[in-house]
């Protein structure tokens, strides 16, 4: 595998961060860094998403122009991500000055194809999803299903793209391609959906919508969010629809992934499939529709007033960086399901997987090879214990899931392997054997799970990459090996460790007994 490009969904900036984008953002996030350890050149890109009418309304509240709220809370979005070690590549804002650019370029390249003819329009307009919604898409009250409000009826002349002309391939793409969209469930939803599509309204008159990018050479008109938005994965590597594109569009486009909330599948799997076809360029690989965060398994909203950011967590706990957090939400739901934040389950969960478990485990193993051999590993302790063939395959099993993007379902690989391997620390004993003398038995199980430690660290690290560094540093052990050159045979031969070197990985949340001022030194 050469290059690895990845995306997240662009986020509206009318309000700040909260865990749901922090959720999509972590799963981003946690795939590039493992592809880091399988290939050298991987591109992650996020950004905000920032025309229409939300923002316009929003900002004209408050007394500002759109584009002071887009830049206010654009930076509160990358600040949440710097906290958050979001570690991207590129962070495009579709204000922009060449997305706008290439966004009006698209948009005459696909009214001079025919692909965009301009038509009289009755519909009815959410804000909230920044789109026409057909009748039936309505609850029984007529509100649109995903605000529960009711839409405009808004009545313009319009451009429209020909969707239903893409149609016939799309369904085509999508049957052929099984593992275009996943989870693999929700391409029937897409399949059904795709049954009874009509063309789209792709611009809105600038009388009812000012804030957005003016269609070339039609003052009256500014582009539809979503042309302007789903065009950010491709304007951001400097496609040039009329001309020579960069490098980096040639290098990295199509994506191996597109990271996306299930509510925003329909506008990926068909209107960018169908852009991308009008445009004749290929199609992604892969789009990951994750599921929804609740919390307390109440839908966040600011009416119930329980929508929570991502920092106010890490405040709250006293965390000094984001492994927790990320570990968390991480594993907080299977592929493509829905998950749930909870203040009590997220102690409970970090504390008893990366405090008692994993970090306890290296912790113990450590004090016992200075206690009985003042941190040195001798080489008769290297071996071939079977439990090395298990950690071995775990390392298969992880990569397995990222190909298939499960990454909670990886986590529970890797937690598999630590308690595995506590098991193997009980059920051998090294405390026992040193106390009959059988010193080279005992430094055979502590070498054991050392060596098998370092595979932890390494397949933990994209999840928690500082308490991967601080295992990785105590081991001796380099975190930069790539997946294919990881081996079971890590610890080298001499010493190890000293005693004052040991230091516990991930202290407990909101434990009495956590000596804080440990966590400064
Ligand atoms: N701007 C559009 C996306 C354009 S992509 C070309 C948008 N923005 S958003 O801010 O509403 O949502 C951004 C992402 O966050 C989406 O993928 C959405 O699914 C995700 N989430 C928003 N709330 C969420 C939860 N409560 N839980 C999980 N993800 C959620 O849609």
């Known amino acids: 595998m050469e290059r690895f490009y990845l995306t997240t969904a662009i986020d509206y900036v009318n309000g700040h961060p909260h865990i749901g984008h922090a959720y999509e953002k972590i799963l981003t996030d946690i795939i590039a ?7 050298d050149d991987v591109y992650f890109l996020t950004g905000t998403d920032e025309h229409g009418i939300k923002i316009q309304k929003t900002s ?11 830049d206010e809370n654009a930076n509160a979005f990358k600040e949440t991500w710097k906290e958050l ?30 692909d965009i ?70 391409a029937n939803e897409v399949l ?6 009509e063309d789209i309204s792709v611009s809105r008159s600038i009388n009812n919508v000012s804030w957005g990018i003016p269609v070339l050479d039609d003052d009256e008109q500014v582009i539809y969010v979503w042309i302007d938005a789903l065009s950010n994965y491709i304007t951001a590597l400097g496609y040039n629809p009329s001309g020579e594109s ?49 919390i307390d398994e109440a839908k966040m909203s600011k009416s119930l007033g329980n929508v929570i950011a991502p920092v106010d967590i890490l405040k709250h706990f006293e965390l000094e960086n984001a492994d927790a957090l990320r570990y968390y939400m991480a594993s907080s739901a299977p592929c493509g399901k829905d998950g749930n934040y909870s203040d009590i389950d997220f102690k409970e969960q970090v504390n008893a997987h990366l405090a008692n478990s994993m970090g306890n485990l290296l912790n ?11 941190g040195e590993v001798k080489p008769e302790f290297k071996t071939n214990s079977a439990i090395l063939n298990t950690a071995k395959n775990t390392i298969d099993i992880v990569k397995d899931c990222f190909d298939k993007f499960e990454v909670s379902e990886a986590v529970n690989a890797i937690n598999n392997l630590v308690d595995t391997t506590n098991k193997y620390v009980t059920d051998n004993a090294p405390w026992t054997l040193a106390k009959e003398e059988k010193m080279t038995e005992c430094g055979q199980v502590l070498t054991t799970v050392l060596d098998i430690m370092c595979v932890i660290a390494s397949l933990i690290e994209p ?8 295992m990785a540093k105590q081991l001796s052990f380099d975190l930069n090996t790539k997946y294919d050159n990881l081996t079971c045979d890590n610890i080298k031969c001499g010493k190890l460790i000293s005693k004052e070197d040991i230091k516990p990985v991930f202290l407990r949340v909101d434990s009495e007994l956590a000596d804080k001022s440990q966590k400064k030194k």
């Not at 009826?153 to 893409?166: A, D, G, I, M, P």
């Not at 059904?192 to 599509?197: C, K, M």
């Not at 999840?463 to 601080?470: E, F, V």
Request: contains cysteine; neutral net charge.
């Open 33 to 39: 860094r493992h592809y880091k350890k399988r290939c």
């Open 192 to 197: 059904n959906q795709l049954e009874n599509i």
């Open 463 to 470: 999840y928690c990459p500082n308490i991967a560094k601080d």
């Open 85 to 114: 070690e979001i570690d991207y590549n590129k962070f495009i804002r579709t204000t922009d000055d060449y997305h706008e650019d290439t966004v009006q370029k698209i948009f005459k390249k696909l009214v001079d194809n025919g």
């Open 117 to 186: 003819y301009k038509h009289s329009y009755e519909g009815l307009y959410c804000n909230g999803c920044e789109c026409f919604l057909n009748q039936k898409d309505l609850t029984e009250d007529g509100l649109c299903p995903n605000h529960m409000t009711k839409p405009e009826v808004v009545s313009e002349e319009n451009y429209f793209f020909r969707l239903t002309k893409y149609k016939e391939a799309i369904i085509k793409h999508i049957k052929e391609h099984p593992d275009f969209i996943i989870p693999q469930f929700r």
């Open 364 to 374: 113990r193993t450590l004090s016992m090879l200075v206690k009985y051999f003042d």
């Open 60 to 70: 004209a509240s408050k007394g500002m122009t759109p584009k002071e709220l887009c």
């Open 246 to 294: 960069d490098e980096n569009f040639k290098k990295y486009w199509p994506a191996d992934v597109q990271v996306i909330g299930k509510d925003i599948l329909k506008f990926h799997s068909i209107y960018w499939l169908a852009i991308l076809m009008a445009l004749d360029l290929p199609l992604p690989k892969h789009l990951l529709a994750h599921g929804w965060i609740t």
